[in-house]
Every structure is written in C-alpha cells, then in structure tokens.
C-alpha cells in the first residue's frame, strides 16, 4: 500500500518541535589526555600543578646575584668570580637559590681566567621566570563543553593533566535501506546502486564527534528492517534510517516508527529534503533522511549535525577574518612578524580586541585566544582604537555571546565564565574604569575604597561619570588580608609589619584596587612606601602574588583569602571588601548583561560561593544608581 500523506512544515517550525524533545545528553567517560583532542569537556579542568614548577632561566648566561651588579656601568665595569660571584645557565635551567638574575651572555665580557666584566646593572628576578608564570595550580585550563584542540594538550599536560574527564561520543547508528543498494561495487548489475551516502554519514558523524555505527544495507523487507531498527535503538544514542522515508509501496520508515514509537514530523518544507521523518523511539531520535544523495546531505546538515552540537556544546562555524578595534595600543618590532593572541567581544555593537599575554612561553594565552593578530614586519604596531583585521580561532557567534569583561581580577571570575561566556582581561579597577568610560568593555569587575567615605567603589564611578550614565550591579563580599607562608614563620602580625627589614614585599600593578587598599592603609598607619623592600614590584593577579609567596621568591603579598587556601597559605585578614560590577547604564538591557545579573542571582552561584572560603554574598546582582 502507498503512503500518500507527507507533511509541508516549515524548517523553523520543524526545529523547535523536534529539539525541544531531546532530553539533556550527559553522558561521560575518562580517557587519557593524550587522547583528548577533539572531544569535549564535561566540566571545568583546573591545574595539577604549577608551570614552570620551578624557577627557571629565561635566557642564555650567568646567574648573579643582582646586589652584586648595582655599580655596573660602562665607566665603571664590575668584575665577577667564576663560580663565586656567578654560574653560567642555559636557557630553562633551574635557579640557584643563591642568585636572583640572569645576565644575557651577550651582555658579558670573559676574562681569560674564567672571571666576567659585566657594565650594566642587574634587577632583582631579571630574565628569570617565576614558578607558575604560565600556569598557577588549581588554575581553571579549560571550561565545561570545550573541544579540545592541539594547544589545550600542551597546556593540559603542563598543567599536569594525564586523564581528563570528557563528554561520551553520542552513538550514532547508521541503517541503508533498499533492495537496490549495494556494498560490493565488482558486481554491478543494472538497477544496482553503491551504498555511498551511508560512508559519507560515517564521515560527517565522526568530523561532528558522534561515534558512528554503520549496518550493512537492510533490504525492502518490513520484518527484516524492524529487527535491524530495535537492535539500533537498543545500543545508540540517535537512528538514522537512510531511504524508505517517502510515499513509495515499499518505503516502511514511518509505519515502523510509529509502531515503535511517535512520529513527530513527516515533510519539511524544504528543496531537497522534503520527506524527512522525525521521530522517537524509547526517547532515543530516530531520523528518516531520504536516499538521494543531495538531500542526504542536507537533512544531516539541519539535523543530525545540529543535534550532536547540542549534545557536544558544540560550535562548528568556519572561522573567519573579521575587523575589530583595539582596546589598547601594541608595540611590535621591525624584525619580525608577530602573531598576537587576541580575546574579542561586542560592546555597544563594536567589535573590540584585547592583546592577551605575548610571551613566548605562556600556552594559555592560546587557550584563552579568540583570534590572531598578524603584525606584519615593516609595522611598528597599532595604535588604541585603530581598526585591525583578526584571524578567527572561534566562530564569530560564539564571540557574540561574551561579555567583554576588563578590570580588577579574582579566581571567581573563572568559575563564573564557565556558566556566563566572558572574554576577560586584568588590568585593576582603574583599568576597568577606564575601558567602561572609553566604551571598552561592557562590564567592569571593580574595588576601588574611597580614602574618605570608607565606601567602596560607588565614589569612583560618581567622579568619573559626572553625569549619571553608569551603575554598578553588586557582586561579592571577599575577604582581602596579608597572605604568608604556611605557619607564618617570621611572625607576621600585619600591614606595619612591611618596613620590617627582614621582609620582602610583592605588591600589586599601579590602578589595582588591592594597591589602592594597601596604600589607604599605610597612610593611615603612617609608613612611606619607601621603607618597603619589594613596593615596587607588582603581580597582575591575586594567583599570581599568591604563588610569588608560595615559591619564596618574596614573604608575603596583599590578596584575597581564596587565592591563599588554593595555594595552602596563611591569611591574615585585613579588610572585607565590595567586589561589584560597574557597566554603563544602557548595558543593563543587553541580553548578555541580563543574563550575567541572573546569575549573581541564582541559587547555583549562591551554592558555588558557599563551597570557597573567604567570600559571602549581599544582594548580588542588586543595582545601584550613580547620580
């Protein structure tokens, strides 16, 4: 009997129908890292351990001790001793506790007797790369749903990272049908057609990270195709049944779909493609594709392609080059060619691109990289604001859904960006605040203490939007204090005990809101700047002074108390502080934004802060007016 009823349902309607049927896909499965690439993760991947583990060279030459240097010039050479005042080192070596810099070789002259003359001072931690430069341990490497490419591996492994938790492949099975349809091509007889569209789901099921399993073509026979349909159902995650999806006599894929199951659709209104069925069987997808090639093509396309991205997060958009605005300037050399990693995000409908770190030895800069920027060789760099071309590493809507995120640090950002999409960049609170009134960023992580008020962060936002056209939405409540080594061996007290003279000190970069909270105490406690070995060296985050404490390159530094429990130090508590939100008004009906409020809101996150010590929550996601 010939089946004569098809629907003509448009695609947009089909999808919705179809889709929203599918239950969450959560299937998952450990598998050793160097296995990993092209699947996907099922949850945050955070560091085993730190990258370098050690202090390491960073050039080729001698290891000094950089008090020893201080009267190097070229009027006024200093001698050094081989093997007293100094060691020769390879690029990569470990530091010698003794020494704290690194000369290049090209900036020594040997003596015939094995001593050097050196005509330049050294600084203290010159050329030298401190333990976790690339990677801090407990550092977030990769998100949940993230395909794993190449140079995650690298980063992965770096990190200490030998097996690593991924989304299972969806099973995918694979059933030709049609008397017709043939595997062995020797033989041809006429009437006979090559089972070819069935090798080239195999293909597009595995580029889509499905497991595909692919039966042998089942012939014109109700019977023989049920059982070959229920053995598919039973060992799978989603049905293909290629041919018989028609009107034609011996066309059996929607009886036996409905007898199995439910038949959600039959027709779609589109050219080629017409006939797809789809339907459910034991709430496992079952998709009729009609047999001729080209519409094969096409009802994966829409269909089985759509659905594994669904179950894989995945996006599997063709990159692009695409034109975006500097966010700040970059200096290049005419000696080469330089390929700057880039992190991209919407702000106010500009595109806009942020240098992420440039450093030959820092794999994450891979990872977090949206883009690439090619300086070309007779280029000196570009200007903030100046329009460049950036080669995509990720599809540009993906890109459309981060919030472009430029401000103070703290380890919490990580775990919101694995919930929220963020392209995010530390440059302090001042910095944030800047990138917000120069219409930079879209959302500015802030915690800037006005010295007078005692209040945190609405006095900034008063002075530098005069006219009312920000908000902050309330974030966080964290503890900031003095973090030191385990057991706090040389009986730290507190902010007075920096002039101490037996203490080295690591501060934070200049416009850091943790700076300025150091600075508003040693006001009060009456102590110069001056008298404090180590002011002028600064971290960029609160892991990265953390870990200076850890690897004893200083004694204590000014962070927050997650970051010292991650690395197992003590704290000393200095100040609760407001970690809030500046944006400009306008963002607040930015979908994005609407979003990221949400989730400051949500029980989830509410869950996620009660489990990190050091933080507590007040009205987060609240808004506040600055008049």
């Given at each position: 009997?010939r089946?004569?009823?098809?629907d003509?349902i448009?695609?947009?309607e089909t999808?919705p129908?179809?889709?929203?049927?599918?239950e969450?896909y959560s299937?998952?499965?450990t598998i050793?890292?160097?296995k990993?690439?092209?699947?996907?993760?099922s949850?945050?991947?955070f560091a085993?351990?730190?990258?370098p583990n050690?202090n390491?060279?960073a050039?080729?030459?001698?290891?000094v001790?950089?008090?020893?240097?201080?009267?190097a010039?070229?009027?006024n050479?200093?001698t050094l001793k081989?093997?007293?005042?100094?060691l020769?080192?390879?690029?990569?070596?470990?530091?010698?506790?003794?020494?704290?810099?690194v000369?290049?070789?090209?900036?020594?002259?040997?003596?015939?007797?094995?001593?050097v003359r050196?005509?330049?001072?050294?600084?203290?931690y010159?050329?030298i790369?401190?333990?976790?430069e690339?990677?801090?341990k407990?550092?977030?490497?990769?998100p949940?749903?993230?395909?794993i490419?190449p140079?995650?591996?690298g980063?992965?492994?770096?990190?200490?990272?030998?097996?690593?938790?991924v989304?299972?492949?969806?099973?995918v099975?694979i059933?030709?049908?049609?008397?017709?349809?043939?595997?062995?091509?020797?033989?041809?007889?006429?009437?006979d057609?090559?089972?070819?569209?069935?090798?080239m789901?195999?293909?597009?099921?595995?580029?889509?990270?499905?497991?595909?399993?692919?039966y042998?073509?089942?012939?014109?026979?109700?019977?023989?195709l049920?059982?070959?349909?229920?053995?598919a159902?039973?060992?799978?995650d989603?049905?293909?049944?290629?041919?018989?999806?028609s009107?034609?006599?011996?066309?059996?894929?929607k009886?036996?779909?409905?007898?199995?199951?439910?038949?959600i659709?039959?027709?779609?209104a589109?050219?080629p493609?017409k006939?797809?069925i789809?339907?459910?069987?034991?709430?496992?997808?079952v998709?009729g594709?009609?047999g001729?090639?080209?519409?094969?093509?096409?009802?994966?396309?829409?269909?089985v392609?759509?659905?594994?991205?669904?179950?894989?997060?995945?996006?599997?958009?063709?990159a692009?080059i695409?034109?975006?605005?500097?966010s700040k300037r970059i200096?290049?050399s005419?000696?080469?060619k330089?390929?700057?990693?880039m992190?991209?995000g919407?702000?106010?409908?500009?595109?806009?691109?942020t240098?992420?770190?440039?450093?030959?030895g820092?794999?994450m800069?891979?990872?977090?990289?949206?883009?690439?920027?090619?300086?070309?060789r007779?280029?000196e760099?570009?200007?903030?604001?100046?329009?460049?071309e950036i080669?995509?590493?990720?599809?540009?809507s993906?890109?459309?859904?981060?919030i472009?995120v430029?401000?103070?640090?703290?380890p919490?950002?990580?775990?919101?960006?694995?919930?929220i999409?963020?392209?995010?960049s530390?440059v302090?609170s001042?910095?944030g605040?800047?990138?917000?009134?120069k219409?930079e960023?879209?959302?500015?992580?802030?915690?800037i203490?006005?010295?007078?008020?005692?209040t945190?962060?609405t006095?900034?936002?008063?002075?530098?939007?005069?006219?009312?056209?920000?908000?902050l939405?309330k974030g966080?409540?964290?503890?900031q204090?003095l973090?030191v080594?385990?057991?706090?061996?040389k009986?730290?007290?507190?902010?007075?005990?920096?002039?101490?003279?037996?203490?080295?000190f690591?501060?934070?970069?200049?416009?850091?809101?943790?700076?300025i909270?150091?600075?508003?105490?040693?006001?009060?406690?009456?102590i110069d700047?001056n008298?404090?070995?180590?002011?002028?060296r600064?971290a960029?985050?609160?892991?990265?002074?953390?870990?200076?404490?850890?690897s004893?390159t200083?004694d204590?530094?000014?962070?927050?108390k997650?970051?010292a429990?991650?690395?197992?130090?003590?704290?000393?508590l200095?100040?609760y502080?407001?970690?809030?939100f500046?944006v400009l008004?306008?963002?607040?009906?930015?979908?994005?934004?609407l979003?990221?409020?949400?989730?400051?809101?949500?029980?989830e996150?509410?869950?996620?802060?009660d489990?990190?010590?050091?933080?507590?929550?007040?009205?987060?996601?609240?808004i506040?007016?600055i008049?």
């Amino acid at each position: 009997m010939r089946n004569t009823f098809i629907d003509n349902i448009s695609l947009e309607e089909t999808k919705p129908l179809f889709f929203n049927r599918i239950e969450k896909y959560s299937k998952k499965e450990t598998i050793p890292t160097e296995k990993s690439l092209g699947r996907v993760t099922s949850s945050p991947v955070f560091a085993n351990v730190s990258s370098p583990n050690f202090n390491a060279s960073a050039m080729d030459g001698i290891l000094v001790r950089s008090k020893d240097t201080e009267t190097a010039s070229e009027t006024n050479p200093v001698t050094l001793k081989k093997d007293k005042d100094f060691l020769y080192v390879n690029t990569g070596n470990p530091v010698n506790p003794e020494f704290d810099a690194v000369i290049m070789i090209e900036e020594v002259v040997e003596a015939e007797n094995g001593d050097v003359r050196i005509i330049k001072s050294a600084y203290p931690y010159q050329h030298i790369r401190n333990v976790g430069e690339d990677i801090i341990k407990n550092d977030m490497i990769l998100p949940s749903f993230h395909e794993i490419r190449p140079e995650d591996i690298g980063a992965l492994f770096a990190g200490g990272i030998f097996e690593i938790e991924v989304v299972k492949k969806p099973k995918v099975a694979i059933i030709p049908t049609g008397s017709e349809i043939v595997e062995d091509y020797r033989n041809l007889k006429v009437g006979d057609i090559i089972d070819s569209n069935s090798r080239m789901f195999e293909a597009m099921i595995t580029v889509s990270g499905g497991e595909p399993y692919r039966y042998s073509p089942v012939r014109d026979e109700r019977e023989l195709l049920k059982k070959n349909i229920l053995d598919a159902v039973g060992k799978n995650d989603i049905v293909i049944i290629n041919a018989g999806s028609s009107a034609g006599t011996h066309d059996y894929t929607k009886s036996l779909i409905e007898e199995l199951g439910e038949v959600i659709i039959h027709g779609i209104a589109i050219k080629p493609g017409k006939p797809t069925i789809l339907g459910f069987i034991e709430d496992k997808p079952v998709i009729g594709i009609p047999g001729y090639p080209v519409s094969a093509y096409f009802v994966y396309q829409e269909f089985v392609k759509s659905l594994l991205e669904k179950m894989l997060c995945r996006d599997d958009e063709k990159a692009d080059i695409v034109k975006a605005s500097l966010s700040k300037r970059i200096y290049s050399s005419l000696k080469h060619k330089e390929f700057v990693r880039m992190t991209l995000g919407y702000v106010g409908g500009k595109l806009v691109a942020t240098p992420l770190d440039r450093g030959a030895g820092v794999s994450m800069s891979l990872v977090k990289a949206d883009g690439i920027l090619v300086i070309s060789r007779n280029n000196e760099g570009h200007d903030i604001g100046e329009e460049v071309e950036i080669k995509l590493l990720k599809p540009l809507s993906a890109i459309k859904k981060s919030i472009v995120v430029i401000g103070s640090n703290d380890p919490i950002m990580d775990r919101i960006s694995d919930r929220i999409k963020l392209s995010l960049s530390h440059v302090g609170s001042f910095g944030g605040v800047l990138a917000l009134k120069k219409k930079e960023t879209t959302i500015a992580p802030i915690h800037i203490l006005d010295s007078k008020s005692g209040t945190y962060n609405t006095g900034v936002l008063n002075k530098y939007f005069p006219s009312g056209d920000a908000a902050l939405i309330k974030g966080i409540k964290r503890e900031q204090g003095l973090m030191v080594p385990k057991g706090n061996p040389k009986n730290i007290r507190g902010i007075e005990d920096l002039i101490r003279a037996d203490l080295t000190f690591m501060n934070r970069q200049r416009g850091a809101g943790t700076r300025i909270l150091l600075d508003y105490n040693l006001e009060k406690l009456g102590i110069d700047n001056n008298d404090i070995q180590g002011y002028e060296r600064e971290a960029v985050t609160h892991m990265a002074a953390a870990m200076s404490v850890k690897s004893s390159t200083c004694d204590l530094a000014l962070g927050v108390k997650s970051a010292a429990d991650i690395l197992d130090l003590d704290f000393i508590l200095v100040d609760y502080e407001d970690y809030d939100f500046a944006v400009l008004k306008d963002s607040l009906e930015d979908e994005r934004v609407l979003k990221f409020i949400e989730y400051l809101k949500s029980e989830e996150f509410s869950k996620e802060i009660d489990n990190i010590p050091g933080y507590k929550l007040e009205n987060p996601g609240e808004i506040v007016e600055i008049s």
